[in-house]
């Protein structure tokens, strides 16, 4: 083998390995959820939320998730947290999550105190991640959205439920 040979396939085995490491550490990134894309912003007070919907005339899509659910971080991942970036909130909708390990700090739409824990009660979430399409004052406008397995369909399903409670917020 030449040295110009020799020396072309050093820079091209350096350049593939630097290609495969980089990839590694954006995965691992992703992963983590350091990504842009992928977290939701946790909602604080309800009540001042639906005041927001109200006045925006948008429907509050709440997720309902949990720290130890996969499912609930692939849904952020793939599905709620690009919908953020393509600037479906607040024009469209308005996207928040409720974690059901908050303990405190959390003020329902009537403005009292509550955990994430009894408004998941209130609300009958059996199993994360929900979706709730809900108005400015609680209502659940369409029937929740239980559970997440790919991204085939889900958007398309996502977007029709959006566009109906959106028809509903207008009457």
């Given at each position: ?15 593939t390995?630097?290609c ?8 691992d990134?992703?992963?983590?959820g ?18 927001v ?5 948008v429907?509050?899509?709440l ?27 607040p ?12 303990a405190?700090g959390?003020?329902?739409f009537?403005?009292?105190a ?9 609300m009958k979430?059996?199993m ?5 399409l809900?108005?400015?004052?609680g ?16 958007p398309?399903?996502?977007d029709?439920a959006i566009?109906v409670a959106?028809g509903?917020?207008?009457?």
């Amino acid at each position: 083998m030449s040295s110009l040979q020799n020396s072309f396939t050093h820079q091209l085995l350096a350049a593939t390995l630097l290609c495969l490491f980089a990839g590694l550490a954006l995965a691992d990134e992703d992963e983590a959820g350091d990504g842009p894309h992928t977290r939701l912003t946790e909602v604080g007070d309800l009540q001042a939320l639906g005041a927001v919907a109200r006045q925006a005339g948008v429907p509050i899509l709440l997720m309902f998730a949990s720290e130890e659910c996969p499912y609930c971080e692939r849904l952020e991942a793939e599905v709620l947290g690009p919908m953020t970036l393509a600037g479906d909130d607040p024009r469209r909708v308005l996207l928040r999550k409720v974690m059901l390990e908050t303990a405190d700090g959390l003020r329902d739409f009537q403005g009292r105190a509550i955990s994430a824990d009894e408004l998941a009660r209130r609300m009958k979430v059996g199993m994360v991640p929900t979706l709730y399409l809900l108005d400015g004052e609680g209502r659940e406008l369409v029937p929740r959205i239980v559970g997440y397995t790919s991204p085939d369909f889900y958007p398309a399903y996502l977007d029709q439920a959006i566009d109906v409670a959106r028809g509903l917020m207008r009457r």
